[in-house]
């Protein structure tokens, strides 16, 4: 059964064309996160929503922004993506914040292409 | 936060069990050790994680160091659908962040 599904799996947009990725799940959990993975690196936290309580890691871009419109979608939207974003996107999940034995349950990515 | 320290690939052959290492000498007393891989175009995958004793579940076994300045990750049988690369993390304080680390890419052999 599907439980972390972000689509689509590769989207192609273009230089400064606003582009949004999406990401829904079924296991009900409280906290969703945004990674970003580049070719050959590990995956680098962008933000999360904790419920509706947004955070934002210090280093991320103002180019990127999240929303959470209900417990099961969140959306990472990319006001104007440079050649420099094409990378991975990868949606977690997990049931808490604050447990240090908490699990997180990964999307299987959306590849971006920027042209 | 604590940083942790992997070989950057191993190789193994299928059917022979596999120990990834993991080196965090600034570890806390707090802190958790968790593993997580990710196979090749998909989302890391939760493998296992422990405090002090060592754990066992069905993917693996994770062998901590008794100063637990080191851990060791154990695939008893090596697969070639366990060809992936494996992330040591340490989870400590109030946050639910993973960061992630270069990892160890592992390939297996037939």
């Known amino acids: 059964d599907a439980m972390v599904i972000q689509n689509p799996r590769y989207q192609v947009t273009q230089f400064g064309k606003p582009v949004t990725l999406s990401c829904s799940q079924t296991l009900n959990h409280n906290v969703m996160y945004w990674y970003q993975q580049k070719s050959s690196q590990a995956p680098k936290l962008l933000f999360h929503?904790?419920?509706?309580?947004?955070?934002n890691e210090a280093d991320t871009p103002d180019n990127f922004q999240s929303r959470r419109p209900n417990t099961s979608f969140c959306f990472l939207d990319i006001r104007s993506p440079g050649l420099g974003d094409a990378a991975m996107y990868l949606c977690?999940?997990?049931?808490?914040?604050?447990?240090?034995?908490?699990?997180?349950?990964f999307g299987p990515g959306t590849r971006l292409l920027v042209l | 936060d604590a940083k942790t320290t992997q070989p950057n690939s191993m190789e193994s052959n299928e059917e022979e069990p596999v120990h990834l290492p993991c080196n965090h000498s600034t570890i806390s007393g707090t802190d958790y050790i968790h593993w997580y891989r990710q196979l090749p175009s998909q989302g890391p995958e939760y493998v296992i994680h422990?405090?002090?004793s060592n754990v066992n579940n069905r993917m693996a076994s994770l062998a901590i160091a008794e100063d637990r300045k080191s851990s060791t990750l154990i695939l008893h049988r090596a697969t070639l659908r366990d060809a992936a690369v494996y992330y040591c993390?340490?989870?400590?304080?109030?946050?639910?962040?993973?960061?992630f680390g270069t990892g160890t890419r592992l390939q297996v052999f037939p």
């Open positions: 993390i340490l989870r400590g304080g109030n946050t639910d962040k993973l960061i």
């Open positions: 977690a999940t997990s049931r808490d914040y604050s447990g240090l034995q908490e699990t997180q349950y």
């Open positions: 929503y904790y419920d509706k309580d947004f955070n």
């Open positions: 422990g405090l002090t």
